[in-house]
């Protein structure tokens, strides 16, 4: 090898070693299928403004029950931390993965039938002893947050990062009052 080539072979090594250290995902996304994809696209998008290092599956309870167990029983030790889980339908998923880890899983119910309803009731009604910290139907962005903010529990830096979140939820309100104060009407005061 050239003296080139070396170094470049050690700068590649160093960046490989950086991205794997960087890249360990904390929190895993996990759908029954990719047709929910178009849904849980909107969690994946906060935890990277949230620069979170985080992984997605699509894995079911019904039609893979053995990877959905090697995943459940893993993920603690692989580093997992927060668990987004997302189903439709007869959404048995979520409670099925959270069975089987004390990782704590937040379900996505879907719209996919019924409106999004037998997917709500399939996860938040779970048995006592198992809980799924259920979010809205479709709240894929909810579940998001409520991981990180899990996360930020013990660390300070992304406590910040939420901080500045909701700050920029306020400004939303403040422009909202704005653009409402030039809308008039006779009997409008303000
Ligand atoms: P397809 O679009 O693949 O037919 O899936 C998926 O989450 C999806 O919303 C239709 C719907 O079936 C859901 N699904 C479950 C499970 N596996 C797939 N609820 C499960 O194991 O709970």
């Keep these: 090898m050239t003296i080139w080539g070396h170094a470049l072979h050690c700068q590649l090594s160093i960046f490989n070693y950086q991205f794997n250290v960087i890249m360990t995902p904390i929190v895993s996304i996990i759908m029954g299928s990719t047709s929910d994809l178009p849904v849980m696209e909107k969690a994946a998008k906060f935890l990277d403004e949230m620069e979170i290092p985080f992984e997605m599956h699509a894995l079911s309870a019904h039609r ?41 899983v937040i ?28 979010v809205g139907i479709n709240a894929a962005q909810n579940a998001a947050i409520l991981a990180v903010q899990i996360l930020a529990v013990g660390d300070e830096n992304l406590q910040q990062k939420l901080v500045g979140y909701k700050e920029s939820l306020k400004q939303k309100i403040v422009k909202a009052n704005e653009d409402l104060a030039k809308v008039s009407f006779k009997f409008k005061t303000n």
């Design 64 to 104: 893979t029950p053995e990877e959905v167990e090697a995943f459940a029983k893993g993920a603690k030790d692989r580093g997992i931390k927060v668990i987004i889980a997302a189903a439709g339908m007869a959404a048995h998923l979520c409670g099925v993965i959270a069975s089987m880890t004390t990782v704590p």
């Design 107 to 134: 379900g996505v119910p879907i719209n996919s039938t019924l409106d999004g309803m037998d997917a709500l009731l399939a996860i938040v009604q779970m048995p006592p002893g198992i809980p799924v910290a259920t």
